[in-house]
């Protein structure tokens, strides 16, 4: 697999990039967005063996920078976002594009099918199209079986300025404390009585492209009721449910979760008609 690095553009002392893996006779995209809970991760965080998969099935595979949360707000992210898709036209057909999240970047992505971005599908990887939720807004059962981060302590980790590569153990603290306390919406909404604002209404999903969604039964971080939900409400929906009591259960290669990656390369293939 070769993989060559875009540079998109510059903004607020940050450079947005973004890597490409190309095929070599096809203009379809898989645009990615990581997960990491808005705070963590970074653009190449997904195997090369699920890109691989996607290079080999006649997809190019890109992945995209966006700056993190607290340090950037959401509404900044979407801004970087959208200019990122803008940018990424010059360089591969998105009038083919497939969008593609893992957790929060499914999120992303949900909130910017919302403002107009229109992929021919949608995978959706444990994520959420929702953050007025009520869970969302209290102390996660999961997250408060370990030992307290202060928000002191959680605090002494932000910088001063914006980032887009978030190491896990570097960040994750910040992640921890805010569901652990309940504050997580405050690290990246502009303001915490927005959440409406920033989710995916239920007649706003009801125009939402074929999406497959593929969720944990027992997900400790986001619940699977929540996947089930969407998948309920938009049109072309399918649901694919993993039994295991993960989130990210794919972090790991191995045959099972190839053989899932490969369930949503035959999903898009059934699910959309490309040029």
Not at 238 to 249: A, G, P, S, W
């Amino acid at each position: 697999m070769s993989q060559v690095t875009i540079p998109l553009f510059t903004k607020n002392g940050i450079t947005i990039n973004a890597s490409l893996s190309r095929t070599s006779s096809s203009s379809k995209a898989i645009i990615y967005l990581h997960g990491g809970g808005l705070i963590f991760g970074q653009r190449n965080d997904l195997p090369k063996e699920y890109i691989e998969l996607f290079n080999n099935a006649g997809f190019n595979f890109v992945t995209i920078d966006y700056p993190l949360a607290p340090e950037a707000k959401l509404d900044q992210i979407l801004d970087s976002l959208t200019k990122s898709l803008n940018e990424l036209s010059h360089y591969i057909n998105t009038t083919q594009m497939i969008a593609m999240g893992r957790s929060a970047g499914s999120y992303l992505w949900y909130l910017l099918i919302k403002n107009g971005a229109a992929p021919r599908a949608f995978l959706d990887f444990y994520g959420y199209a929702k953050v007025n939720n009520s869970i969302f807004k209290m102390p996660a059962p999961y997250y408060t079986k370990f030992p307290l981060v202060p928000p002191f302590q959680a605090q002494s980790l932000i910088q001063k300025s914006p980032l887009v590569f978030g190491d896990l153990d570097q960040r994750y603290p910040i992640y921890l404390s805010s569901r652990q306390l309940g504050t997580w919406l405050s690290a990246f909404l502009p303001q915490v009585n927005k959440a409406d604002q920033y989710s995916v209404s239920d007649s706003e999903l009801t125009k939402f492209p074929p999406t497959l969604l593929i969720h944990c039964i027992n997900d400790p971080d986001i619940p699977y009721k929540l996947a089930v939900e969407t998948s309920n409400i938009i049109p072309k929906a399918k649901l694919i449910t993993i039994d295991l009591n993960e989130h990210d259960f794919d972090r790991i290669v191995s045959c099972y979760t190839l053989e899932i990656y490969q369930q949503a390369i035959n999903w898009l293939n059934n699910a959309v008609t490309f040029h």
